[in-house]
């Protein structure tokens, strides 16, 4: 069983900013991509940003222009950079990794972080 390692979540006001980074653990397998979701209470988990192994990034619309993901490649590490956060941000943030095991896409999710934006 593949365990991702999450941190950085927190508590923060309005504007500030948090880093949160996952590390996935290094496998003869190829890590395709990463990324991260976040589901708010009462709504349904969404996709915030992921990053491919080639570099391609993907964000929601809803936190273009303030979030940035990045990846350490050589770390099977990847980062969220949020800043200008907004209360509506706040929700429980998932790591998500995909590996590619035997031609086939294994998707692997972390435990979860509490982000929590304070107006």
Known sequence: QVQLVESG??????????????????????????GWY??????????VASITSGGNTDYADSVKGRFTIS???AKNTVYLQMNSLKPEDTAVYYCNA?????????TYWGMGTQVTVSS
């Open 71 to 73: 990846s350490d490649n």
């Open 9 to 34: 979540g927190g508590l923060v006001q309005a504007g500030g900013s948090l880093r949160l980074s996952c590390a996935a653990p290094k496998t003869i397998f190829r890590l395709n991509a990463m």
């Open 38 to 47: 976040r589901r708010a209470p009462g709504k349904q988990r969404e996709l």
């Open 98 to 106: 995909e590996f590619l095991i035997i031609s086939k896409p294994h």
